[in-house]
């Protein structure tokens, strides 16, 4: 699966994109475990974060696959 990083997480992680692997589909705790794996420094954002799959928003019952396009976004803030 493609997972993209928007806003400060691009700084968090050190990219916009990377690609994760998994022999099955994943749940929303799964998929955060490989991330945080990857990149530990998510944890201090994971309460924040919302997942969206495939250009909608994930929810308990989602589960995350090979071919998914997956992005974490970051709370938004303007004026």
Known sequence: MRVLFFAQLQDVTGCAATDLASPSPLDREQLWAMLLEKFPGLMAHRGNVRLARNWE??????????????????PVSGG
Do not use: H, M, N
């Open 57 to 74: 928003y994930a929810d308990a019952e989602t589960r995350f696959g090979d071919g998914d396009e997956v992005a974490l976004i970051p």
